[in-house]
C-alpha cells in the first residue's frame, strides 16, 4: 500500500477499494501514515467522500487496530448509541432496561463534546463511580449485573483516537464518512450482536437539519449492518432538552425520577421505551419493535430496570444502597435561581444549543481539554414548549457554584426561551425510524 496513492486517489474523487480503506484505518496506529497524511486523507475524504464498501472497510480497520471483545453469554449483546444532545441521559435509562429484558449490555460512552453532555461525565457525579475498567472486569460486571456503562481503554479503536484529534485541528469534523467509521469502530469493537441508535435532530443537536440527521442515520445504519451487527436508527427530536434537567448529578436525578415514578420524566422514557424496542426486536429478545418497547416499559415500571442500575453503581465503585440514598448521596450546588420570563404566553421554541452552553459555562462541561467538571452544577427543572406560562412562573432552575455564574447562567437560559401568544403543539419525539 503506498500511502502518497491512496491520498490522490481520494482526493481525485476516485474513492478506495476496500483493502485500501481497511488497510489504511488499521495503519492509523502506527508509523507508517505520517500526521501529515492521515490530515490529508481526513480533507480528501472530507470534501469527495467514500462509497458504501469503503465505508464499511474503513470502520472495520479502524475497530480491528486494537483489542475487539468476544463474548460467551447467555443472551445476546446489545447496545444504543446517541449522536448527542442536551439533557440526554437515556443511556442510563435504558442500559438496565435492557439487561432486565435479558439482553447484556457493555456500553462504552463518552465524555461531554462541546455543548452536548457526555454520559461518563454524569455517572462520575455518583460518588465512587469509576468508569475506567479493564476488560476482565467489564466481563465480570455485564456478566453479574447484565449491563455496565464504562470508557473506553486505550486498546479500543486506537486509530479512531488518533483521526479524531488529527480532525479537529484540520475542520475536518463534520464528514459523515468519518463521523460513521469514528462512532462505529468503538461500538463494533464491544462485540454486539445488536445495535440501535439515536440519532438527533433539531436547535440541541450536532446534526440541526432533517436532512442532514436522516443522512448520517443511513450512513450508520449500512456500515453497521454492513460490518454484521444488526443495527437501525431512530431519528429523535432535540428542539429542546430531553429530560428536565441538563448537567451532571441534576440529569442522574432525572433517571432515577424515571426509573422511580411512573408519573416523571415522560418525554425520557419515551424515547427509552422506542429505542429498547427496536433493538430488542433486533436482537431477537422480541417478536417486533412494538412487543420490545412494551417489555422495556414494563422492566422500569416493575422496578427491575432500577434494580439493575443500583446493582450496576455498586459494582462500579458507587453506593450499595443507592436506590434508596440518591436523594442524598447526590452532589448539591450551593446557590439556586429560579427563572421567569417577566412576561406571559406559550413557549414555542427554545435555543437547547444555548442551554447547553449555559451549563459548560457553569462549570458542568469542558471549555478547554483538561477541565475540571462541576458535578453538581447544571439547569433543572426546564419548561417544555407548549407550556403556558405567566411573568413570575418559573421555566428553569440554575444551579451554580457562585453568584457571579449563576447570574451569567440565568441570563443566558431566559435568552434561550421564546413565546408567542397562541397556543403550540409540543414536538413529537420519534421523527422517522431507518432500518437496513
Known sequence: ??????????????????????????????????????????????????????RVALTEGMRDSGDVLTWDLPGPVLDKHSTGGVGDPVSLLLAPALAACGAFVPMISGRGLGHTGGTLDKLEAIPGYICEIGPARLDHVVRDVGCAIVGAT?????????????????????????????????????????????????????????????????????????????????ITDMSQPLAQAAGNAVEIRAVMEALTDPKAQARLREVAVALGGVVLAGGGLAKDARTGGKMIEAAITSGRAVEVFARMVHAMGGPADFAESWQHVLPEATVLREVSLGKSGYIKAVDTRSLGEAVVHLGGGRLRDGDRIDPAVGISGIARIGDRVSAKTP?????????????????????????GAKAVTPPGLVHAQVTP
Not at 421555566?395 to 413565546?419: G, I, K, T
Open 1 to 54: 500500500m503506498v500511502v502518497r496513492a491512496i491520498i490522490a486517489k481520494v482526493r481525485d474523487g476516485g474513492g478506495l477499494d476496500p483493502d485500501q480503506a481497511r488497510w489504511f484505518g488499521e495503519a492509523l496506529t502506527g508509523a507508517a501514515i505520517s500526521d501529515a497524511q492521515a490530515g490529508a486523507f481526513a480533507m480528501a475524504v472530507r470534501l469527495k467522500g467514500l462509497d458504501g464498501p469503503a
Open 154 to 234: 486505550g486498546r479500543v479503536a486506537p486509530s479512531d483516537k488518533r483521526l479524531y484529534a488529527i480532525r479537529d485541528v484540520t475542520a475536518s469534523v463534520d464528514s459523515i464518512d468519518l463521523i460513521t467509521a469514528s462512532i462505529l469502530s468503538k461500538k463494533l469493537a464491544a462485540g454486539l450482536d445488536g445495535l440501535v441508535l439515536d440519532v438527533k435532530t433539531g436547535s440541541g443537536a450536532f446534526m440541526a437539519r432533517m436532512e442532514d440527521a436522516r443522512a448520517l442515520a443511513k450512513a450508520l445504519v449500512e456500515v453497521a449492518n454492513g460490518a454484521g451487527c444488526q443495527s437501525s436508527a431512530l
Open 395 to 419: 421555566v428553569a432552575m440554575v444551579h451554580a457554584s457562585d453568584e457571579a455564574r449563576a447570574e451569567r447562567a440565568v441570563a443566558a437560559v431566559r435568552a434561550a426561551f421564546r413565546l
